[in-house]
């Protein structure tokens, strides 16, 4: 199996020496576990509500399913990496971004809205009207202002999120049971 050391005089020797280096270069205690960014596991959710929401018509099924960042992008590479190239239900998901809803160039299942200025935001809402796109913001109080997922931190600094079903419900979408589980429930204006 291994090279015999009568063969190739000194090889036992640079063996040794360069296993002692590789075994001294390893940590000496398992690494921790890989611990996914903030926005990593944002976008993982952003997968997750294309798999559990459905929208009043169902299209093509070779057509993607579309989601849209508009404003500020707080994802950068990352919604690729994380998400580009997965399918749900048979369709891919196709990311597209816009610095205003109007200039999406087409509908958008998911639209994360990246803006933190409520006027820009109560703005981005109103362009959206009642059309069915599952609208999405990281921005406090997104959800009470009319918005559908609002994510937030726990104080455990784990990232979870807030429903607005009336604003789901005005939209035609339906959301899975499993997903308003794991929700805290808001509505408009409360």
């Known amino acids: 199996m291994f090279a015999s050391t009568s063969r190739f005089p000194g090889l036992g020797r640079s063996l040794a020496c360069v296993l002692l280096v590789v075994f001294a270069a ?3 205690f398992p690494q921790t576990p890989y611990q996914p960014t903030e926005n990593e596991v944002k976008a993982a959710f952003l997968y997750h509500f294309a798999q ?5 018509e169902e299209s093509d099924p070779a057509t993607p399913i579309t989601v849209a960042i508009v404003g500020p992008d707080p994802f950068g590479p990352k919604l ?5 190239g997965q399918t749900v239900r048979g369709r891919t998901l196709r990311i597209v ?3 205003t809803v109007a200039e999406i160039g087409g509908p958008a299942h998911i639209v994360f809205i990246g803006h933190k200025d409520r006027g820009e935001i109560d703005r981005a809402l109103a362009a959206l009207g009642k ?4 609208t999405v913001s990281a921005t406090s109080g997104f959800a009470k202002r009319g918005g559908m997922v609002e994510f937030r931190l726990t104080p455990q600094e784990r990232v979870t999120f807030d429903i607005n079903v009336e604003a789901v419900g ?3 979408l339906k959301m899975s049971s499993q997903l308003l589980k794991i929700a805290r429930v808001v ?3 409360k």
Not at 52 to 56: G, I, K, N, Y
Not at 80 to 84: F, H, N, P, V
Not at 131 to 134: A, I, M, R, T, V
């Open 26 to 28: 390893a940590p000496a």
């Open 187 to 189: 509505e408009t204006g």
């Open 131 to 134: 059309s069915p796109s599952l």
């Open 52 to 56: 559990l929401v459905t929208w009043p």
């Open 80 to 84: 690729e990496t994380t998400i580009g």
């Open 97 to 99: 971004r816009a610095p």
């Open 170 to 172: 005005a939209a035609g």
